[in-house]
């Protein structure tokens, strides 16, 4: 699933991507905003999970990064579930991203040794970093459903 593009005469594996659990947790927040839209219910694990043919043990440990994210609220018990925090309207793809996968931040594997040319690549990487975090934080949960 490619979120990002810098470029956009770049195609297939020349776009940033996301990671399997990163796309994941799109797909599920997209899937209990929509149900929300239609009731208050809490969206069970097992619905999204059977929705998307994907684990449910996988989607459990993305949902509660998402909750630790504050991005989701979750209830125990026979009618608990997963809901989301806040409005999709008020929820960016950024909040999101960063409690699965971390932080963006903009590094290199140079070393120390490569002088200018490893420093001005230290730059475009924290460059590319904050490009990523603007266009993320642009994109609401709610143009997703």
């Known amino acids: 699933m490619t979120i990002f593009n810098i470029n956009p005469n770049l195609k297939g594996n020349e776009m940033a991507k996301t990671s399997v659990s990163v796309e994941y947790g799109?797909?599920?927040i997209g899937y209990i905003a929509k149900q929300q839209a239609d009731s208050e219910?809490?969206?069970q694990a097992w619905e999204i999970a059977?929705?998307?043919?994907?684990s449910e043990m996988?989607?459990?440990?993305?949902?509660?990064?998402?909750?630790?994210g504050n991005v989701l609220r979750s209830k125990r018990g026979p009618r608990g579930g997963f809901c989301l925090a806040r409005a999709a309207s008020k929820?960016?793809?950024?909040?999101?991203?960063?409690?699965?996968?971390?932080?963006?931040?903009g590094y290199s594997c140079v070393t120390e040794n490569a002088g200018k040319a490893g420093r001005r690549l230290?730059?475009?990487?924290e460059?590319?970093?904050k490009l990523t975090v603007h266009a993320l934080s642009k994109v609401k949960v709610s143009s997703l459903i």
């Open 58 to 68: 996988y989607l459990l440990k993305i949902l509660h990064q998402l909750v630790q």
């Open 122 to 125: 230290e730059v475009v990487s």
């Open 91 to 105: 929820i960016s793809l950024l909040e999101v991203v960063v409690p699965i996968n971390g932080p963006f931040r």
């Open 127 to 129: 460059t590319v970093a």
């Open 50 to 54: 059977n929705y998307h043919k994907i």
């Open 41 to 43: 219910n809490m969206i």
């Open 26 to 28: 799109i797909l599920a």
